[in-house]
């Protein structure tokens, strides 16, 4: 599964440059929004702290070429399996209970943030068959995906807000590590506070999420394996006579789960290298 460039299929994607009196850095801002196949380019210069954390509020919407069609195909069985137990959709505390503290805060959950979206086109939802381990596995692609999503917000403002504090570039994804490394030892000000306190608060959020990705990386050549299991066994496993009559569907979503767990596991080992 080819994963798309993160640059390039965000909706906003912010690149802060060295040198500012108010902020520690020129934060030139870039955004660029994606819509019916245009792609509309914004420039903005944040003058103070309250505009560069405005902006940094700005959610991605996906890393993953398959997440658009998870979402659709979720759709699709959650209309046809009118029988089955309605689909469920992941929050934050479900990736971890280490993050359950930071659910629904706007500064820090990513995932409600981007499933709130209008033009979103993968909400964290998961369809629920009826059948325990088809729903299981469900399940855990959608978390998969939460907090490889979770982990690359978190990540992107980290260097943003390192950038504040060190005045280097901001880096990409590559580069997290590395960026929050030297704004750790960084000198706080009057006039780069605001920036070190909310750097302060991703980096906890970073470590928190990081132990998480590395856990996912490990055991990723088992989750598939799990996935391709089912597809093997649908036929004899998947009994009710409703649901039979949806059996390719179901098959094609656990294909593209698999795909959502490779290309989650891909962008978080990029991140923690």
């Known amino acids: 599964m080819q994963r798309r460039a993160l640059t390039l299929f965000i909706p906003l994607f912010l690149i802060a440059i060295p040198a500012c009196e108010s902020l520690g850095i020129k934060a030139n801002i870039t955004s660029f929004k994606s819509m019916n196949g245009k792609t509309e380019v914004k420039h903005r210069e944040a003058k103070n702290w309250a505009e560069f954390e405005d902006a940094m509020g700005e959610v991605a919407t996906d890393f993953s070429d398959v997440a658009k069609e998870v979402g659709k195909t979720t759709s699709e069985l959650a209309k046809a399996l009118v029988e089955a137990p309605p689909p469920g959709k992941v929050k934050l505390g479900d990736v971890s209970p280490a993050l359950m503290k930071y659910e629904g805060n706007e500064r820090f ?59 280097e570039e901001a880096g990409d994804e590559a ?36 132990v998480q990705g590395a856990q996912l990386v490990a055991k990723t050549a088992e989750l598939v394996g799990k996935g391709q299991a089912l597809i093997t066994s649908a036929p004899s496993s998947i009994l009710n006579p409703k649901t039979v009559l949806h059996l390719d569907l179901i098959v094609e979503g656990l294909e593209q789960s698999i795909g959502l767990i490779k290309d989650s596991a891909s962008i978080v080992g990029e991140m923690i290298g």
Not at 131 to 152: G, H
Not at 175 to 198: F, I, L, M
């Open 109 to 167: 959950d990513f995932v409600d943030a981007a499933s709130k979206k209008p033009d979103a086109p993968y909400d964290f939802s998961y369809v629920r068959i009826g059948v325990q381990s088809y729903d299981d596995f469900f399940k855990t692609a959608a978390e998969v995906y939460a907090l490889a999503f979770q982990m690359a917000e978190t990540g992107r403002r980290l260097r943003l807000t390192a950038s504040a504090l060190t005045g």
């Open 175 to 210: 580069q997290t590590e590395s960026a929050a490394k030297k704004a750790r030892g960084a000198q706080v000000n009057d006039e780069n506070k605001d920036a070190g306190a909310y750097f302060k608060d991703l980096d906890a959020m970073w470590q928190l999420v990081g």
